[in-house]
Structures are given as structure tokens and as C-alpha cells.
């Protein structure tokens, strides 16, 4: 068989397995939006067999050998060109795959399902010994895992690798301490200024109805296409992908809460771009999927916070704002009001967290992960070592361990590497916002304009239609002529909220 040949079987192979993947994706948006409580046990059992074939095909040794056939083929493929980026993301993703022995994976979904349990509970009494256990025995398999992953890096770089791919623990120390050297005076100034606005504008009445036709519209003026997506409520909200012509966001509404759902509605909706830009005659294979959780949370922040929490979008949408609320916002002022979305102030929950001080709780996070992958702090321990730290970083104590280490499901379901990604999202999103604003002149007056083409059509062209021909840091690079870096996500910080608290 040519190279050629087993290509052209392999790419079908998996564009089949991606297939089967999406059918479990629509399973579970069903499962967090419409199904009703008693399908649990019923949906758990189709996601099992969905999942066991998935991990079948994907693990086949078939695979395998046509990956071989084509690695020692005499054909090469230019690097970086469609066929190069499908085998090496393949061959990355199978040798993923097949490294992790069967019975770790099954021992870690047990353990993960009993010790996600055990978290709610002891979240809800703020009791960290009830989940001391779990987690002592999530992580010991999680290490597991990174001994069976790890090529070379550290066991925390094969955790992090699995959510970004070939991004390091020392590389993400460089950044994010430079980060933090200078995000963590910005703030206390801010503290210190004594200003702030009146947030209470944010929490007066917002009808439920109201709330979704506005956020609707706004998620379309940026350009979500509501013919190939939807949007729908949601406990814990989401995106997702489920292929060409069905990307499905989610949002929650409360009466009194306008931020919440408004913000997190075009949030999702710029993951959702991501997913509608992506190229769909590559569906199934690498050179159609989203780069890392880090790019792709570039494009969500973008949307939310470099677009929507700015002056220049206020402009266009506080005049509809205020049409369609107008008891709530009758005495309020723009200024006012772009104030209050951007209240910066220390508080103990990362999900409620502006955008500045949002990165000191992720910066933590990383920091006590890897001490506890690495074996330099024992479980027993993160709750004072978070406390001090949160003293430290917040100048803010926590209450207990509902508001400390107890806070966040992802340790309890094993995803241990996956919070960096986060503020890898913002700081990939200030680099590329500043290259656009450099390409695209005068973006402002474009927003202030209603018109939010200009960007989405560059980010199109440069990021979605390119899938994984690149890493994220050679994206980075590709895209905005340097390396990942602190330095646009801070100038930005500084630019917004300098003159806000006249610090
Ligand atoms: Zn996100």
C-alpha cells in the first residue's frame, strides 16, 4: 500500500471516530440542558458504550500501523501542510492514547466519579477531610497517568500537555510571574484608590425575556450565526462543537443579575465563533479542530472582555440597553455603567472574578497543583497553603474551604494541568487583540459602530481556518510576531483601568 493510500484510509478512520465523538457530544448537551433528572443512570450507560467504542477505534491497531506505513513511507509531506499536520496530530493522539493502560482508565473514572461526590458534599459542609481521601487518591492515579504520558518534561508538564499541547511548566512560570510582579501592585493601587463603582446598577431588575432577546442580539451583531447554532440555558455553561453547522452555546439567566448572563452569553459565543470558523471540509481530522483550551479560551475572552467590557461597544449597545430595560437603567449613565462593568475588587470565588484579579486566583491554582503532582505539598496541607497564599496574593482571608481550596470541581474529576489554561486564554487574547488593532486601524470607532466584522473576519483567517497546522505558541508567535509574553495583557489592564481609578 502507497503512502498515499494509507492516508487516505487513515483520515478516514478518523474522521469516522470523530463522528462517533460528536454523537456522544450531542448526548451530552441533551444531558446539561433538556434531560430530565431520571435519564441519569440511562445517559451514563450510552456514554459508556460511546465512549468504549470511541477509545476502540481510536487505540486500533490499524491505526497504528498505517500511521508506521506513512511515518516510513517515501513520500514526505511538506511540514506543516494539510497531510504533515493530520499525521503528526494522529500519531500524537494515538500514542496518547494507547500509552494509558486500560485498567488506569477505568481505575480513574471510578475514582473520579466517587471523589466528585464526595467533593460536592464537602464543598456544601466546608469540610475539606471529607474530601482529603479522594483526592489523595485522584492524584496518586493522576501521577500515574503522567508517568505513562511523559516524555521527558516533568509529570506536570505530561498533565498540562494533555490540555496544552507542548506547553511547560517552566515556560508558564516565566510568563505568569512576570504577571504577576505587575499585576499584583495594579490591583492593591486599585484597592487603595478607594473608587468604585456603583455595582448595584448591574443587580436592579432585568426581565428574564428581555435578558435573552438583548444577549441574542449582541451574540449575533458579533456574528454568531444563529442558523448554524443555538443558544439555550444552562446550569454550568458551555459550548459546544458538535460539528459543521451546530455549534451550541449555553447561558444562565437570574431576574437580578445582568452581568452573569450577558457576559457569559458572549463568552461562549466566542468560543462558538471559534467552532463556526473552523474549516468544515477538514471536519474529522486535526486541520479542522481548535488548536489547545488555551486558544480557544483566547477567542472566548477576546469576545467578553477585550470587546464587550469596552467603552467602544458600550457605545453602540447602552442606548439599546437602555430601550430595552428601561427601568433598570432610566437613571444611569454611560460612564456609569461602563464602570460598573468593570468593578475590580478582590473576592474569594475565581467564577465571580473580574478580569484583572481573575488571573491571580488561576496563577495560585497552578502554583498548587503542581506542588501537588510533584509531591512538594501534601494533600493534607493545601487548605492552610491555600489560605496563606489567598492572604498573600488578595490581602483577604478566607472564611472557610468553601471559599478557599474547596471552591472549584476540576481537581475532583482529575483535571489537573487545565487551569493555566485559562490565563494562557487571556494573555494569547491581549496578544492577538493588539495585533488586530495594529492590521484593522481604528477598531474602537468600528465597535462604536456596531461593526464587529472587521475582527471576526481576521481572527477567521488567521486562527479558526488553521486548525492545528500550528502549536499555540507557534500560532502566538506566527500571528503577533512574538513569543507569548505578560506585556499586552498588562498594557491593557494599565489602559483600562488606570483612568477608571485615576491610579
Ligand atoms: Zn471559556
Redesign the pocket.
Known amino acids: 500500500m502507497s503512502a498515499q493510500r494509507a492516508y487516505e484510509d487513515l483520515i478516514g478512520r478518523w474522521k469516522e471516530l470523530q463522528l462517533l465523538e460528536s454523537c456522544a457530544a450531542v448526548l451530552g448537551w441533551d444531558e446539561r440542558t433538556y434531560m430530565p433528572r431520571g435519564g441519569a443512570a440511562h445517559r451514563a450507560e450510552q456514554h459508556a458504550l460511546l465512549a468504549g467504542m470511541a477509545h476502540e477505534r481510536a487505540t486500533a491497531a490499524e491505526v497504528g500501523e498505517l500511521l508506521s506505513r506513512i511515518e516510513e513511507g517515501d513520500e514526505h509531506f511538506t511540514p506543516d501542510s494539510t497531510p504533515a499536520v493530520n499525521v503528526r496530530e494522529i500519531r500524537r493522539e494515538y500514542d496518547r492514547r494507547t500509552k494509558l493502560p486500560r485498567s488506569l482508565v477505568v481505575a480513574l473514572a471510578k475514582a473520579t466519579t466517587l471523589a466528585e461526590q464526595a467533593w460536592q458534599d464537602a464543598r456544601e459542609k466546608s469540610a475539606f477531610g471529607l474530601f482529603l481521601p479522594h483526592l489523595d487518591e485522584v492524584l496518586r492515579l493522576t501521577r500515574e497517568v503522567a508517568e505513562a504520558l511523559k516524555t521527558g518534561g516533568s509529570a506536570y508538564d505530561a498533565l498540562l500537555d494533555r490540555f496544552e499541547p507542548g506547553e511547560t511548566s517552566r515556560n508558564l512560570k516565566r510568563v505568569f510571574w512576570a504577571l504577576r510582579d505587575e499585576l499584583a501592585p495594579l490591583v492593591a493601587a486599585i484597592v487603595d484608590s478607594g473608587k468604585a463603582p456603583d455595582a448595584s446598577i448591574l443587580i436592579r431588575d432585568y426581565p428574564v425575556p428581555e435578558q435573552a432577546s438583548f444577549g441574542i442580539a449582541a451574540a449575533e451583531a458579533i456574528g454568531f450565526d444563529f442558523e448554524r447554532g443555538r443558544l439555550d440555558e444552562t446550569v454550568h455553561p458551555f459550548?459546544s462543537g458538535i460539528g459543521p453547522g451546530d455549534t451550541r452555546i449555553t447561558t444562565r439567566y437570574d431576574r437580578n443579575q445582568f452581568a452573569q448572563a450577558f457576559f457569559g452569553t458572549l463568552?461562549?459565543a466566542?468560543?462558538g465563533l471559534y467552532d463556526q470558523g473552523l474549516d468544515a471540509a477538514h471536519f474529522g481530522t486535526p486541520m479542522g479542530d481548535a488548536v489547545s483550551l488555551g486558544i480557544?479560551?483566547s477567542q472566548?475572552?477576546m469576545w467578553e472582555n477585550f470587546v464587550g467590557r469596552g467603552r467602544a461597544f458600550w457605545t453602540h449597545f447602552f442606548p439599546q440597553a437602555r430601550d430595552v430595560f428601561p427601568l433598570a437603567l432610566v437613571d444611569v449613565s454611560p460612564d456609569a455603567f461602563y464602570f460598573a462593568v468593570n468593578d475590580v475588587r478582590p473576592s474569594f470565588i475565581r467564577v465571580e472574578a473580574d478580569e484583572a484579579t481573575y488571573n491571580l486566583h488561576i496563577l495560585l491554582r497552578f502554583a498548587l497543583e503542581e506542588a501537588l503532582v510533584e509531591g512538594d505539598l501534601p494533600v493534607a496541607d493545601l487548605p492552610g497553603a491555600w489560605n496563606e497564599r489567598f492572604e498573600r496574593d488578595f490581602g483577604l482571608k478566607p472564611p472557610d474551604d468553601a471559599h478557599g481550596c474547596l471552591q472549584d470541581v476540576h481537581w475532583s474529576a482529575g483535571l489537573i494541568g487545565y487551569f493555566p489554561t485559562?490565563t494562557l486564554?487571556n494573555l494569547c487574547a491581549a496578544q492577538f487583540f493588539e495585533a488586530a488593532r495594529s492590521d484593522l486601524g481604528d477598531l474602537d470607532g468600528q465597535f462604536a459602530g456596531g461593526e464587529f466584522q472587521p475582527l471576526l473576519g481576521w481572527l477567521r483567517e488567521r486562527i479558526h481556518r488553521e486548525g492545528k497546522r500550528y502549536t499555540a505558541s507557534e500560532l502566538v508567535e506566527k500571528v503577533t510576531g512574538k513569543p507569548l509574553d505578560h506585556q499586552a495583557l498588562m498594557a491593557h489592564l494599565k489602559s483600562k483601568f488606570r483612568p477608571l481609578y485615576g491610579v
Open positions: 459550548c463568552h461562549e466566542g468560543h480557544h479560551e472566548s475572552r485559562y486564554g
